[in-house]
């Protein structure tokens, strides 16, 4: 077990291989590759919210000077209804063609409708102002609280709620309900000494990463052809896009540029079919990159959501009963996160009567996408406000509540598994012991905490590691890398190989080169292609140690594998790794090993996060003047980047929190399509953040990995609400607390 | 539009000569930060540019007795260096170093700012109470026009084709007097500004004041000289009744919107809680001077 | 339109290339000298991934037109490292894991290097205001910023740079 283990490369800071390219500018990314003969595609946007479309003439952009193809909706194959796992969930096949390019209909500001390609980016734009498009307008609906009234406006006639008792014959906005249950919710609040229930809102928000979508591709009707593209899951972009294009796995190569960003934005196709279309009609490569208007307007973004939580609690701080109604946008198809909302609202807690009932709403907005812990952030922000508001009127610390009442190894969760060993207790400690939980506050100064919880996942990574005849090896995984994970790989074949790190070259490679692998989301790359990696040294090691054992004449059970070398038990000799490769011609042939894993065991990681805000009585603007961000790693292979995930992710909802929204025109036009008025968080906003890394090893994982990327993103919501609750004397119930919702709170607050 | 000519004229009258002949229509160029963004796609509406940054008057300042001349086209990060114009009129460049980021600074100007005629324009309200002129250039000659007559609608300024914003003629304040600049944004850096007031305030030997401007940007489709704020200043020693009837004479004056950045009943409000902070600088410093 | 002719200094490389009248720095950079390290996020100055330097002064150059290029001195990140060997900056960056995906790291490099010239000693506060206009989605800035203090107290110190 991992305690007992001393690590001679894991856990050490080193310098990422992947590093150099990206400081000198050599790295590559989604809109960096050009071919020869390369033309440019556009994409015309609808610019209303719901209409139908009831001219669509492209003929006299075909025939402008310089365009070469023009790619609609009817050049797809014929497409049917059909769910289909890729990138992160289940994708509807029908609603993903109608979301790329229009059927008839479009559905929100900036829905694709026709994309040209031409000689040059300008004369694509000019031609996309020659298609003679015609609107019959119809009404539009942009929240869940409208969208689920019986008057609704319909977005789609076919689609009919799943998850009632009784099939519904009347279509609706609401595309599916679930309930969890646990105990006696009754009971539990007939036992509470005091109940809390707020309905909270949260809007649109996105990912906001900073690399636009942009891919390269180059049909090719005999042969194969390729894609290059930006992406959290190149092996998924390739299921999607060979799904929508009818065409054979094996005949489409898609390659993953180096990726600027993602935090679950990136797990679908936009671009890629299109430019496939727009190639195999012109007969040459094609690359299409999305402007950032186009980024905010027609990628998926995160849900908004009402939810509403009640919760109640004994004097004592033990929590009797919590109950939530959780309400999330999916955007104009079905699908928000609004089951891992259901499924992540209350597991922070050991608690014996609990109901949820979640509903997937569709309104006149993009399509949602994942982002960072999918659904949780939303929901717990719900939760978690009201602990600090029952704590508040018990009084009792908010920590302290929180202990009393942590889910601990062997806890029922309410989604299914029981706990095994998990940090949160950890974690709340790690902060109740912190310099910053004890320092005292000034005037207009207030402080929040908040817990998160989010499950992480596993699945299906294949890895193979060449052993070169000098004795390096060069990694081979599928992961696409969105934040260091190349330095994890290196480190944790490193270890269990036993050869220097240095001596390790980690790639990326195309879905040529290895079998499937899922996209990189969930946090389950380090865990999930770490173990892939683990399995492919040991598979090293196994093959070292016959090849040594053929030298000696002994057994592969009597050679030992020790600090990289193999040593004979039953006799004299040592071989390296480096002499071992260097003769592998003469033992056999060159030394490959594998790992084919689909991982189960993901252990979730739970943090906990304090903010100290400061307000301006006069303006309602805040500051934030202190953060402390502690979370599980399970272990932390690479613990700079471990604190990046945290800090990452506390400043992601931080901005959520604090000023971050899609704001939408009457109309249902986005109004701030841009980083101007879409207002994520500057290195001039923001103080340092405190890193804590707690770890509590995943018994599954043979280091005791838990996957860090998200459970970040979750805690800030509240942890800010809450420190803008204190500091201004108000009561927080919708996001984003900027400076205009923040001075109304303060003018009519009875806090 | 798209730009489908750059020109880069030496001279005012060859600039002028560009703007007035031109077959498309034809816009002054200086930092660009506005018109590049403002001119992208739309490629069947064609634009020619006049780049002004090669015109040496136009990215010259000088102070001397009579106060500054600005040339419009120079970029906020040279001006804001400039200590001595700093000393006389810190306002007018903090309200310059509040235009966007470093990399904005490196390439924004004062001119451009002006011209561009946002209701937001930061240095806007600065230069109003610094009492600027703007000097004119066209086809028919020069002419001077006081810069709160300069904006007369959201992007609109007075200048007719062909003319040219060709200096800024700032003068030498009176002894004793000192301006301040402060806008509101949610952000700490790199927003539009929700709300912006500049004041400016003479004091006499006993700190009374005998002459005071207000200006406020964001709150209406132009910046606005608001006498009212001024005059709820003078002849007071600059006290919280005095700030507190300035702030509200501010907040009555603005005819703000509601949009993506604020709200018409914010705006109204911060724009009186900067004029009351702006005019409390602006009188610390006029303290410090006299 | 008929393109332009423009003729500049790329990193100190006399260089010539033709454009269209309405392209900017950064497209003339990327898609006419190949030099691609150079980043477009947003395309309108609010993110600083196009950062280079025009004449010494630090922009964005997404709002520079390629035909402003004519006779000026251009420093993009292409040329912050001598040969392989990194700038200081560089390498610290890379010591404090101050990227994570990268994408930005371009532009915050060539406007650190911006600021390190301009101001060898400066504060966090003057830091985290130097580089508001870059930005970074993945590190919450906190090594950056570390990076950038410590890159800065290295190069006061003579450090090889």
């Known amino acids: 077990m991992s305690e007992a283990r001393e690590y001679k490369y894991i856990g050490q800071r080193s310098i990422r291989p992947d590093g150099f390219d990206k400081v000198t500018g050599r790295a590559n990314y989604g809109a960096d590759l050009s071919l020869p003969g390369m033309i440019w595609g556009k994409v015309l946007r609808s610019p209303h919210a719901h209409a139908k479309i009831t001219k669509l003439d492209v003929s006299r952009a ?49 829905h694709a409708i026709c994309a040209i390609a031409a000689l040059t980016e300008a004369i694509a734009d000019e031609a996309l102002s020659l298609i003679d498009v015609e609107y019959e307008i119809l009404p539009h609906v942009m929240d869940v609280r409208d969208a689920m009234k019986e008057d609704a406006p319909l977005l789609h006639d076919d689609l009919f709620t799943q998850g009632l008792p009784e099939q519904p014959d009347k279509p609706s906005n609401i595309a599916a309900r679930m309930e969890l249950k646990k105990g006696d919710i009754d009971q539990g609040f007939a036992d509470a000494d005091v109940i809390v229930e707020r309905e909270f809102y949260t809007p649109t928000i996105h990912q906001g990463y900073i690399e636009p979508h942009a891919c390269t591709v180059r049909y090719e009707e005999k042969g194969t052809s390729m894609v290059w593209c930006c992406t959290q899951g190149h092996f998924d972009v390739r299921a999607s896009t060979a799904k929508l294009l009818k065409m054979d796995l094996s005949k489409l190569k898609v390659v993953a540029s180096e990726i600027g960003g993602g935090f679950g934005g990136k797990t679908t196709v936009y671009l890629e079919p299109v430019s496939l279309i727009l190639s195999r009609k012109s007969g040459r490569p094609v690359k299409m990159v999305m402007d950032r208007e186009e980024v905010f307007r027609a990628s998926g973004p995160g849900s908004a959501t009402r939810n509403w939580v009640k919760i109640g609690a004994k004097k004592d701080g033990t929590f009797t009963a919590m109950q939530a109604r959780l309400c999330y946008e999916a955007g104009a198809f079905k699908g928000s996160p609004m089951g891992p909302g259901c499924m992540t609202v209350f597991t922070p807690y050991d608690i014996e009567n609990a109901y949820v009932e979640g509903f997937d709403v569709v309104v006149n907005k993009p399509k949602v996408a994942a982002y960072r812990a999918p659904g949780a952030p939303q929901a717990e922000f719900a939760a978690e406000m009201v602990i600090n ?18 889910a601990r190894e062997g806890t029922q969760t309410l989604y299914g598994p029981k706990l095994k060993a998990v940090g949160l207790i950890e974690c709340l400690e790690a902060c109740k012991n912190s310099d910053h939980y004890k320092a005292a506050l000034k005037d207009n100064q207030g402080r929040g905490v908040a817990a998160g919880f989010w499950f992480n996942i596993g699945g299906q990574s294949s890895v193979t590691i060449n052993m070169n005849p000098d004795g390096t090896a060069t990694l081979v995984e599928g992961s696409p890398d969105i934040g260091g994970s190349r330095a994890s790989m290196q ?77 004979n ?10 002499e071992i490769c260097a003769g592998a011609d003469r033992t056999g042939g060159q030394i490959t090993g594998r790992g084919n894993i689909n991982a189960r065991g993901a252990g979730p990681s739970f943090a906990v996060h304090i903010a100290d805000i400061e307000v301006d009585r006069d303006t309602g603007r805040t500051r934030v003047i202190r953060y402390t961000a502690c979370q599980d790693a399970g272990k932390a292979i690479h613990p700079s980047y471990v604190e990046g995930q945290y800090q990452g992710g506390a400043v992601q909802g931080i901005g959520w929190a604090l000023n971050e929204e899609y704001i939408y025109s009457k109309d249902g036009i986005l109004e701030n399509p ?78 | ?165 060709v200096a800024l003629k700032v003068p030498r304040p009176a002894p004793g007097t000192a301006d301040a600049y402060l806008r509101f944004i949610p952000r700490s850096e790199m927003d539009i500004a929700v709300a912006g007031a500049g004041v400016s305030v003479t004091l006499d030997k006993n700190g009374k004041c005998t002459a005071a401007r207000v200006a406020i940007g964001a709150v209406a489709p132009t910046p606005l000289l608001v006498p009212e704020a001024g005059d709820a200043l003078i002849g007071t020693e600059i006290d919280d009744a005095a700030l507190d009837a300035a702030a509200a004479a501010a907040s009555a004056a603005a005819k703000p919107i509601t949009d993506r950045r604020g709200t018409e009943e914010y705006r109204k409000h911060v724009v009186g809680v900067l004029t009351k902070r702006a005019a409390k600088i602006a009188a610390e410093r006029a303290r410090g001077a006299s | 339109m008929s393109r332009t002719h423009v003729t500049t200094t790329v990193n100190g490389d006399a260089l010539e290339f033709l454009c269209e009248p309405h392209e900017t720095l950064l497209d003339a950079l990327r898609n006419h000298l ?80 911006a600021l390190l010239q301009e101001n060898p000693n400066p504060t966090e506060e003057e830091t985290r205001y130097y580089l508001a206009g870059n930005l970074c989605r993945c590190t919450g800035y906190d090594k950056i910023i570390r990076a950038v203090m410590d890159a800065a107290e290295t190069m006061r110190g003579g450090g090889a740079a």
């Open chain 1, 389 to 406: 508001e029952i704590a508040r009127e018990l009084g009792i610390d908010p920590i302290d509540i929180r202990l009393k009442n942590a």
């Open chain 2, 1 to 165: 539009m798209a730009v489908v000519e750059y020109k880069a004229p030496k001279t005012i009258d060859e600039a002028v000569g560009f703007l007035a002949n031109s077959i498309h229509p034809a816009k002054a160029m200086a930092g660009g930060t506005d018109l590049i963004i403002q001119n992208r796609g739309h490629y069947d509406q064609p634009l020619v540019v006049v780049d002004t940054k090669h015109i040496d008057s136009m990215m010259q300042a000088t102070v001397d007795a009579d106060g500054l001349v600005l040339g419009p086209s120079i970029s906020c990060a040279e001006l804001t260096a400039r200590d001595d114009i700093k000393a006389i009129y810190p306002g007018l460049i903090e309200a310059a170093f509040l235009i966007g980021s470093t990399q904005i600074q490196g390439r924004a100007s004062i001119g451009g700012n002006l011209c561009n005629a946002s209701p937001a324009g930061d240095t806007l309200p600065a230069l109003i109470v610094n009492a600027a002129q703007c000097v004119i250039a066209g086809p028919d000659g020069e002419r001077t026009v006081p810069v709160e007559e300069f904006c007369i609608g959201v992007g609109k300024n007075c200048m007719a084709r062909a003319e040219l914003l």
């Open chain 1, 491 to 567: 480190l944790m074949a490193a270890e269990e190989l036993q050869i220097p790190a240095d001596k390790i070259t980690p790639i990326v490679a195309d879905t040529e080169v290895l079998a499937y692998n899922g996209t990189t989301g969930g946090s389950r790359t380090t865990f999930a292609t770490g173990m892939a990696v683990i399995e492919a040294a040991q598979d090293v090691i196994r093959q070292m140690k016959e090849r040594a054992a053929a030298v000696w004449n002994v057994t592969a059970e009597q050679v030992d594998w020790v600090d990289g070398t193999a040593v």
């Open chain 1, 569 to 578: 038990t039953a006799g004299e000799g040592r071989l390296t790794a480096v």
């Open chain 1, 62 to 110: 075909e025939q402008h000077p310089g365009v070469m193809a023009i790619a609609t909706y009817k050049d797809f194959p014929a497409v049917s209804s059909e769910a289909f796992e890729a990138g992160e969930g289940a994708t509807d096949l029908l609603d993903l063609a109608r979301n790329i390019l229009a059927d008839g209909k479009v559905l929100y500001d900036g």
């Open chain 3, 34 to 113: 190949n030099m691609t390290g150079t980043k477009e996020g947003c395309g309108s100055g609010d993110c600083g991934a196009c950062s280079v330097t025009l004449d010494d002064r630090l922009v964005c150059s997404c709002l520079v037109l390629a035909a402003e290029a004519e006779g000026k001195s251009i420093g993009t990140i292409e040329g912050v490292s001598n040969k392989d060997e990194l700038h200081v900056i560089q390498q610290k960056f890379l010591e404090h894991a101050a990227l994570q995906c990268g994408i930005c790291t371009p532009g915050l490099i060539v406007s650190t290097r």
């Open chain 1, 674 to 751: 841009g980083f101007l008025d879409y207002r994520i968080p500057l290195a001039s906003d923001l103080p340092m953040i405190d890193a804590l890394i707690v770890e509590v090893p995943n018994a599954f994982h043979p280091f005791g990995v838990r996957g860090v990327g998200e459970t970040g993103i979750v805690p800030p919501l509240a942890a800010v609400g809450t420190a803008v609750a204190n500091a201004a004397g108000i009561t927080v119930t919708e996001l984003p607390l900027s400076p205009p919702r923040v001075l109304k709170a303060m003018q009519s607050s009875s806090r």
